[in-house]
């Protein structure tokens, strides 16, 4: 190949009309901001593996009935949210629009449901005692790491459920196409894998051995 003609590949790449990675800039963005919100939670999770460990009386609130059994359900309904919005993703490249509208319905109501079960949950901890900085169990400082984590995660949630339903209503109409209900989907998976994180980490190892 000359050095013109490599010139030219070169800069046709880069005149625009033309993703640089093979990416959709759109994909790309999505990617880039779950790096950066990974590493949000990366952060988060380690404070509060480090907290644990220094802390002499490190609280064991969370009792098999009903914390974990609930704690279990709400895995579950991320879990099958991420299976509902896979099909969801495969139903819209096959161009069945239908299809695609109903399991992302489908993923949203088990979005509602982690909500709503979560946010009972907040209310009984809160009803017991459990503050930001406030503790009846030990070391106050179990509240603001708990908040904190789970808050923001159950944020990620919330945005999640409003983004789907407006991905779906614009998919519906024509305006969203395949590859925005996908990047969508991306960011659906990413907060179901947090929470694959915050389960075991803040639930299943604070279980009291009785």
């Not at 590493?39 to 999770?45: N, Q």
């Not at 896979?86 to 096959?94: H, I």
């Not at 945005?159 to 024509?174: F, Y």
């Not at 969508?184 to 694959?196: I, K, P, R």
Request: charged share 10%.
């Amino acid at each position: 190949m000359s050095t013109f003609e490599a010139e030219r590949s070169t800069a046709s790449v880069w005149d625009g009309g033309v993703s640089p990675f093979s990416i959709p800039s759109k994909k790309l963005g999505m990617w880039l901001f779950i790096i950066s919100d990974a590493l949000t939670f990366s952060g988060l999770l380690i404070a509060y593996s480090y907290l644990r460990v220094a802390s002499d009386d490190w609280p064991l609130p969370f009792h098999f009935y009903p914390s974990i059994v609930v704690s279990s359900i709400m895995t579950f309904a991320l879990l099958s949210s991420s299976l509902t919005m896979v099909f969801a993703v495969a139903s819209a490249q096959k161009g069945r629009t239908s299809a695609a509208i109903g399991w992302l319905w489908a993923t949203i109501a088990c979005g509602m449901a982690f909500l709503l079960l979560h946010a009972n949950e907040w209310l009984n901890l809160i009803h017991e005692g459990l503050r930001p900085f406030e503790n009846p169990w030990g070391t106050p400082i179990f509240g603001a790491t708990f908040f904190t984590i789970t808050g923001l995660h159950m944020l990620h949630v919330t945005i999640g459920v409003v983004l789907l339903a407006v991905i779906s209503i614009g998919h519906k109409s024509g305006r969203y196409t395949a590859d925005h209900v996908e990047i969508s989907g991306l960011y659906w998976h990413f907060v179901d894998l947090v929470w694959m994180f915050v389960f075991p980490l803040i639930y299943l190892m604070s279980v009291p051995l009785e």
